[in-house]
């Protein structure tokens, strides 16, 4: 698995597809809800499988912190250690720009994946586009 940090367009198209495929097409969230007013502003990630696309996620800086957004893999490459590749390479990429602390909002079904990865939970339960999640946070 090859983490890349999105360099020209192609490579945004493909974070896109396999978001849209994530949360649009399995999680029926909205596809105006998905690509956002922070997509400029954020750095992107994507995880090839060999030629094939298989994950993507994003980070930006929010008020001296770092948000860890939009982390997905595609159904048949779960269970397979990409997510972590992503999360990983995310927390390098923030630690590399002085940025020790992360956020990120966690669909609840995803808590214990990102438990496993040392963030906690630092808020009560939220929906957003209509399904649960919580804040949890780290310090890298």
Known sequence: MKLKIV???KELEDAFIVRKTVFVGEQN???EEEIDQHEEESTHFVLYQG???IGAGRFRLVDGYGK???I???KEARKTGAGKKIMVGIEDFAFKQGIHKLKLN???QAIPFYAGL???IVSEEFLDAG???KTMMKYI
């Open 29 to 31: 969230v909205p596809a």
């Open 106 to 108: 966690a669909q609840t």
């Open 131 to 133: 399904i649960p999640h």
């Open 72 to 74: 997905c893999v595609l």
């Open 68 to 70: 860890v957004e939009r």
């Open 51 to 53: 030629e094939s696309l």
């Open 118 to 120: 040392g963030y906690e």
């Open 7 to 9: 360099e020209n367009q």
